[in-house]
Structure formats: structure tokens, C-alpha cells
């Protein structure tokens, strides 16, 4: 990444001075590929802090043409109609670390430097390349100054966000701020920023590094379910935490991880409402309980040992029980039925999946309870990475699902381009304006509302 490093290097410099810039050559200029990396995986340094496996050797080396594809943005353009495809928006890869870095002096000025290369260099292709802003999540308002950057001086209508952020714990250690829930801060600003840009936010990060049961030895290991459950805990929290009600326009993606996370977490959700949500949590308080019926009961089917005991056990089934302030946890989210948890996410969210994931089928055929559910997948694959390493070969390989029975082809048009028009139009109906997409999205979103 040797011309981005020199626009971040120049950019830091710009903003913060030559100190700044000289902070940032200090970390090694980011060794953010898949190329260099700790190979000794019992050296202090990794096993004192439980350092998990990164990505490494993750792009295919075969073919020198497909490797400066992923690089050069004119080469990509110019193959599109071999790849079969019409518009591609293209997310980052290995600027992606910026968003986790916990020097906050460092952490936004370094995606904006990469935010300015990136329109630069994509500015010539906006008819068939949409590149994404890096938008970094560590506090609500180095968020929402790069998302205002970033759409209305860059001209960017993609934004990528991070999926958590850390915090220091007293005792020891970090958690996860995944924004909805327990957070410090207040993030509707966020929220705000996104609706009021017309950009739905998009995320893309995982627990593969701060997973408690993470390798410092296995890449595989730590990369199977790692994006899955990022998005499992930030999508349960924004929907728990009433993100998903208070901003209505909004949609909500999560590349990478698949879409049967989503089904087992809708269904999740569903029922522990149906057993745990304010119309039946009273049934749960151990203050209700008949006491006096139990040790009736007792005393007639209870052992020797039992009876002789009566007294201590009604003591232990009469004790006094803790009571959270808030008693119904899904309060935020202002639930009424089920109906309010499943059309929400279903329609709202919306999943990245690979080209060869033989889950996406699922999607279209589910059942919560009685109800039937459609999620919404979108193909979002890796190509240039290891799982995806030739990119003319990726639609094809999406296409088997239709050519095996799996999925028909309303199914994959929705798969392959009428779900990414509902996630990014349906916020912003003229997201395709000046595309070569543009009547076919009109097509799909006809004359909605951005809140529809």
C-alpha cells in the first residue's frame, strides 16, 4: 500500500502536523496485508496477550492479472463485462484495520486520508464502480464528522462503519461496544447523520481477534463464524436497543457473514419475546409464587429428609427477589407481537453472502413459527481473496443454485441485484442516479418513499 501510506502521510501532516505524521511512520506504516505478520506464534508477545491468528497468504498468487485487478481500479472497470458484472460497489479490504485502531490521534485522520485516495481514484468509473467511506465507530462524533465528510465534500453514497468498538474494563481487560446496548455514549447522532445523508449504514467486522476462545495459532479456526457472530451481536443490539424503531428509514447491512445468522437470531429474538417480553416476564417473578401450595405439596410427596427440611426449603422459596429497574428488556425496541420483531428485521436487514455459501437458498423458505419469512441476502463476495480467487468465476458459481433446483431465478435477481437496490435506494432513491443501473433500479424501487 505504498501510495496510500503516502496519503495518509501527507494528510496527517496537513492536519495534525509533523508530529502526527512522524506518530504514524512510528507503527511501521501498517502492515495491513495478509503478507507480513508475527509468524512465531509462541513469541511473548503473542501468547502474553493471547494474540489471535490473523489472516495470512490470503490472496491467490497465480495469475498476475487477476492480483493488479483488485488493485487498479481501471483494469477492474474495463473487465466488468467478463466478470458479468453491471455495477459493483466495492467496499475496502486491507484499510479495513484503520477502523479498529486504538490510537484515537491516529484512527480518523487515517481513514480520511484513505476516504480522499480512494474518490480520487475512483472518481472516473462512478457509472460502474461505488467505492465505500471508511467510517470509524469509536466515538458517535469522530462517526458522524467522517460521515458528513465523506458524502457531502467526497461525494461518496456508500459508507462502511465498524461493527463495535473497545472499552477499557476497570478490573482487567476490554469489552465490546456494540452500540445499541450498555454503551457509554449516545449513538443516534450516528443514526441521525446516516438518515440525514441518505446512506444506509453498512458494517464489516468480526470477532476473530477478541473472540475469549480465539487461536493464536489457527487462521481457519478463528476465521470460520467470526464475521457471523460480530453481526449477531450488533444487529441484537441495535434491534434490542430500539435502533431499529427509532430510525425507520434506515437499512441495515452486514457484509461477509452469510444470512443464517440472521434467521437463528430472528427466530431468537421471537422467543424469548414470546416468554421473556413485557406481557409474560410476571410469570416469571419469583414474588408470585404460592409458597404455602408447594410446601402443601411437599408435605404430601416430599421424602423424610424433605419434610424433616420443610421449614428451611419455605424460607429458601420465599426469599426476597432482585428486581431490575426496567423489567421488560425488549422495552426499546416497543414490542407489541411478534409481527413487530420479524417485519422489521426482515425487511430492514439485509445479509452479504458468498457466491458458493449453499445456505442462501434458506432465506427464501423460512418459517417463525406460523409466520413465513423472507430474509434478504445480497451476493457480496471476496474476489482477489483467498475465497474467491477467480473473479469471472464468481457469478457462475452463484448461478449454481438456480441451475441445481435450489433457488429460482426471482430468487437470485433478488440475490444479485434487487436487494442491494432496496438496502442503498431505499434510503436514498437516487443512490443509482448516473449508473448504468439506474432505470432497472427505478424499476425495482418505483415510486417509494425513502422511508418506505
Not at 476516504?115 to 460502474?128: C, E, G, I, Q, V
Not at 460480530?230 to 457484509?255: D, N, Q, T
Not at 407481537?337 to 425487511?347: Q, Y
Amino acid at each position: 500500500m505504498p501510495l496510500v501510506d503516502d496519503e495518509i502521510l501527507s494528510y496527517l501532516e496537513e492536519s495534525g502536523g509533523p508530529e502526527l505524521r512522524e506518530r504514524y511512520r512510528q507503527r511501521a506504516l501498517w502492515n495491513l496485508d495478509t503478507v507480513q505478520f508475527q509468524a512465531d506464534r509462541r513469541h511473548p508477545d503473542v501468547v502474553d496477550n493471547w494474540r489471535g491468528m490473523p489472516s495470512w497468504w490470503g490472496n491467490p498468487v497465480d495469475d498476475a492479472r487477476e492480483r493488479a485487478t483488485a488493485h487498479l481500479p481501471r483494469l477492474l472497470y474495463e473487465r466488468l463485462d467478463e466478470l458479468g458484472v453491471d455495477l459493483m460497489l466495492a467496499y475496502p479490504s486491507w484499510t479495513l484495520g484503520f477502523l479498529m485502531d486504538a490510537d484515537a490521534t491516529l484512527r480518523a485522520p487515517a481513514c480520511r486520508a484513505v476516504n480522499r485516495h480512494t474518490a480520487a481514484l475512483f472518481r472516473p468509473y462512478l457509472d460502474r464502480l461505488r467505492p465505500a467511506a471508511l467510517i470509524p465507530m469509536e466515538t458517535p462524533e469522530e462517526a458522524v464528522a467522517e460521515i458528513d465528510y465523506a458524502v457531502r465534500t467526497l461525494g461518496y453514497r456508500l459508507v462502511l462503519l465498524a461493527g463495535f468498538a473497545t472499552r477499557p474494563v476497570a478490573a482487567s481487560g476490554y469489552r465490546l461496544d456494540v452500540f445499541g446496548i450498555d454503551s457509554e455514549f449516545d449513538y443516534d447522532p450516528v443514526w441521525e447523520a446516516c438518515t440525514r445523508n441518505r446512506v444506509a449504514p453498512v458494517f464489516h467486522s468480526s470477532l476473530q481477534y477478541n473472540h475469549p476462545a480465539r487461536s493464536v495459532s489457527n487462521y481457519v479456526y478463528n476465521h470460520i463464524g467470526g464475521i457471523a457472530h460480530a453481526h449477531e451481536a450488533l444487529a441484537k443490539a441495535l434491534f434490542m436497543g430500539g435502533v431499529y424503531r427509532r430510525f425507520p428509514a434506515l437499512r441495515f447491512g452486514y457484509l461477509e457473514g452469510g444470512v443464517m445468522w440472521g434467521a437463528s437470531l430472528l427466530a431468537d429474538m421471537v422467543g424469548h419475546w414470546e416468554k421473556r417480553g413485557a406481557h409474560a416476564i410476571g410469570t416469571l417473578d419469583p414474588s408470585n409464587l404460592d409458597v404455602a401450595a408447594v410446601m402443601a405439596l411437599l408435605k404430601v410427596y416430599g421424602d423424610d429428609d424433605m419434610r424433616a427440611n420443610a421449614g428451611r426449603i419455605e424460607e429458601h422459596l420465599s426469599r426476597r427477589p432482585g428486581r431490575p429497574a426496567q423489567l421488560d428488556e425488549f422495552a426499546a425496541a416497543h414490542l407489541s407481537s411478534a409481527e413487530d420483531i420479524v417485519l422489521p428485521f426482515a425487511e430492514r436487514s439485509f445479509f452479504g453472502c458468498e457466491a458458493d455459501d449453499p445456505l442462501v437458498p434458506l432465506a427464501f423458505d423460512l418459517r417463525v413459527g406460523h409466520v413465513p419469512v423472507t430474509l434478504r441476502p445480497l451476493l457480496g463476495t471476496d474476489v482477489s481473496h483467498w475465497d474467491a480467487p477467480v473473479m469471472n468465476e464468481v457469478l457462475p458459481e452463484a448461478y449454481e443454485a438456480v441451475e441445481d433446483g435450489r433457488m429460482d431465478a426471482g430468487q437470485f435477481e433478488a440475490f444479485a441485484f434487487s436487494n442491494a437496490v432496496r438496502l442503498h435506494g431505499g434510503v436514498n432513491p437516487s443512490f443509482f442516479d448516473g449508473t448504468v443501473c439506474e432505470r432497472e433500479a427505478r424499476a425495482v424501487l418505483g415510486p417509494l418513499s425513502p422511508a418506505v
